[in-house]
């Protein structure tokens, strides 16, 4: 299926890395228990569209908005549940899609959902926060062409009828009608002690423990409040 992807997402979207899975994400309870009901609500999509109670509103589509902290593993996330369904996974790229031009970024971001539709693939807008924005008041024509394409933009996110998945750093930021219209919000928070411990162990892998003190580990981990992504760059 790969060898028949078209260039019309290719030009927009960059296919990220596969993921093994799930057992790569550590997370704390109540978010990795947030993350399984995301990957089940993506796998029973048909058969809850299928429902006549849900039909009318969110066919489907899911969409999932994931907040946190940089760092934190919302990526990663995105990465294991497209792994754990068997689809490719695409990162919008913002910078080929938002335009200066009136009605470009529309037509790119249209052009962008279109295709992820077609080709049956999860699609990852990083940074959601940039183009979710909150509405401002219209003081100029600039605002208002800025309402216009945020307009555009719930419209077409509550019509997609794929797998979308939204990650933000600051979601205080992004517009109300927007979370309104995802179907989860999935909290990622700073890791404990113990998850740092777990994220070392995973990063470093069985080979290099036997050389290093588990106890010296530990400690580390419990001392050193940082995130996943810091984890691994210090384990590089």
């Known amino acids: 299926c790969r060898s028949l992807q078209t260039a019309r997402l290719d030009t927009l979207a960059t296919r990220l890395q596969d993921a093994r899975g799930l057992d790569e994400l550590i997370l704390d309870e109540a978010g990795r228990d947030e993350v399984d009901a995301v990957l089940e609500r993506c796998r029973w999509r048909e058969a ?23 760092g934190t593993g919302k990526t990663l996330a995105a990465r294991a549940i497209a792994a754990e369904l068997g689809k490719d996974l ?23 959902l279109d295709a992820a539709e077609e080709l049956d693939v999860v699609l990852l807008l990083d940074e ?8 401002t008041d219209v003081g100029s024509s600039n605002d208002r062409y800025a309402n216009l394409e945020t307009n555009f933009l719930l419209q077409r996110i509550e019509s ?12 205080d930021r992004i517009d109300r009608a927007f979370a309104r219209r995802m179907d989860a919000v999935v909290h990622f928070r700073a890791p ?22 588990d106890a010296w580990l530990q400690e580390a981990a419990a001392r050193c409040a940082l995130s996943g ?8």
Not at 50 to 59: H, K, P, Q, R, V
Not at 90 to 112: C, F, I
Not at 128 to 135: E, S
Request: hydrophobic letters at 45%; aromatic letters at 6%; a negative charge.
């Open 48 to 70: 809850l569209a299928a429902d006549a109670l849900t039909t009318s509103t969110s066919g489907v589509g899911v969409r999932a908005l994931f907040a946190g902290p940089s």
């Open 90 to 112: 695409y990162r919008v790229d913002l910078s080929a899609t938002v335009n200066k031009y009136l009605g470009e970024t529309e037509k790119n971001l249209n052009q962008a």
């Open 128 to 135: 959601g926060d940039a183009l979710m924005a909150n509405r």
């Open 160 to 171: 997609f009828e794929g797998i979308l998945l939204v990650t933000s750093n600051a979601a």
């Open 192 to 213: 404990d002690a113990l998850r740092r411990y777990e994220l070392l162990c995973l990063h470093l892998g069985n080979a290099a423990m036997p050389g290093i003190d």
């Open 229 to 236: 992504g810091q984890w691994r760059n210090v384990v590089l």
